[in-house]
């Protein structure tokens, strides 16, 4: 079976300054892929990265960085530099690559960002 | 544009009336999905289906059911529906399984009375 858990309901964080948000896995699959997605307040469903369970550089995109610690299955979203849209709802995900194909959704984090 | 598109977007039923949420995307994507968003327990799946005729239970199944006989649509029926299947539901698709993101519908408000 695959988990995933977000440990942090709610957090806030200054305009420019950057925030972690975590995400720690379960899964026994060998081999994974890990997603990060934005959910802004209007509703719609937004990808940021990506991480595969066999990657060794951790992922970047723009402000967007994922810290892979795979021995402690931890897969904690950095947003660099925040911004006032930046304020939404976060998931952690994760999908299997071998045999079981589900996506699995961690319950979230909202961040807000304060001016 | 490419594009999941969900209908209804909006919709107020009653207990056990048979109801359809329709989804079709126009990118040929193999990998399609649904989930139902909770508040307090994220987005969890339902079904997703790998290609045409090819479909699996994901994580909360009960009470719903899936086809998939043409790869741009996936249908969601609720043969019966219940006030507990009152949610926000989305459709999503991938090119293939792995690395590719979904890319998520606009998602369907259901409210079983």
């Known amino acids: 079976a695959q988990k995933i858990t977000q440990t942090q309901p709610g957090m806030f964080v200054q305009e420019k300054e950057a925030v972690t948000l975590d995400c720690t896995y379960d899964?026994?699959?060998?081999?994974?892929?890990l997603f990060w997605y934005k959910q802004p307040s209007s509703g719609e469903m937004i990808f940021l990265i990506y991480?595969?369970?066999?990657?060794?550089q951790n992922a970047t995109e723009g402000r967007y960085s994922l810290n892979f610690q795979k021995a402690r299955k931890s897969a904690n979203l950095v947003i660099s530099a925040s911004q006032l849209g930046d304020s939404a709802m976060y998931f952690c995900?994760?999908?299997?690559?071998?045999?079981?194909?589900?996506?699995?959704f961690g319950k979230g984090t909202l961040l807000t960002v304060n001016p | 544009e490419a594009q999941v598109t969900q209908n209804p977007r909006y919709l107020i039923t009653v207990t056990g009336k048979k109801l359809t949420v329709t989804c079709s995307q126009n990118?040929?994507?193999?990998?399609m999905s649904w989930y139902r968003q909770d508040p307090g327990l994220g987005l969890r799946q339902i079904y997703y289906?790998?290609?045409?005729?090819?479909?699996d239970k994901g994580d909360v199944p009960e009470g719903y059911k899936v086809s998939r006989k043409e790869k741009r649509n996936f249908p969601l029926i609720l043969e019966s529906p219940s006030p507990n299947q009152t949610s926000l539901y989305f459709c999503?698709?991938?090119?293939?399984?792995?690395?590719?993101?979904?890319?998520f519908g606009d998602g369907t408000r259901l409210s079983i009375l």
């Open positions: 999503a698709s991938s090119l293939h399984v792995g690395a590719e993101p979904q890319h």
């Open positions: 899964t026994s699959d060998q081999s994974y892929g």
């Open positions: 991480q595969g369970s066999y990657d060794e």
């Open positions: 995900a994760m999908r299997g690559l071998g045999s079981n194909y589900k996506l699995t």
């Open positions: 990118m040929n994507h193999e990998y």
């Open positions: 289906s790998m290609n045409v005729e090819v479909t």
